[in-house]
Nanobody, 124 residues
Framework: QVQLVDTGGGLVQAGGSLRLSCSAS????????MGWFRQAPGKEREFVAA????????IYADSVRGRFTISRDNVKRMVYLQMNALEPEDTAIYYC?????????????????WGQGTQVTVSS
């Protein structure tokens, strides 16, 4: 069982930066692929980024590649999403997710555990 707690959301102006954090419980944290998803009002939850257990392999959605960076600290059992050059279109609730297998994938149905979400609002 893995429990996830998302923090770090807030209100920021376009062009600004935020760093989201996800704290995870569980002794096998480094065996799980981790991801970030987001859901804007009236839209489906969409993939943002994911990282393998060793922290060395990552994938990104086209809409955030080059602006967002996912990373993890297995000792602290933390996953981070550094978001730079934020745009109003990035406004959404952001969710941390864990996949039981160490396989990164961009499909939300493949993830087994979810955080409660943290709101990110980017003003123009």
């Amino acid at each position: 069982q893995v429990q996830l707690v998302d923090t770090g959301g807030g209100l920021v102006q376009a062009g600004g930066s935020l760093r989201l954090s996800c704290s995870a419980s569980g002794r096998t944290f480094d065996m799980h692929a981790m991801g970030w998803f987001r859901q804007a009002p009236g839209k489906e939850r969409e993939f943002v980024a994911a990282v393998k257990g060793n922290g060395k392999t990552t994938i990104y959605a086209d809409s955030v590649r080059g602006r967002f960076t996912i990373s993890r600290d297995n000792v602290k059992r933390m996953v981070y999403l550094q978001m730079n050059a934020l745009e109003p279109e990035d406004t959404a609730i952001y969710y941390c997710a864990a996949k039981f297998e160490d396989k990164i994938i961009d499909y939300r149905g493949e993830y087994d555990y979810w955080g409660q979400g943290t709101q990110v609002t980017v003003s123009s």
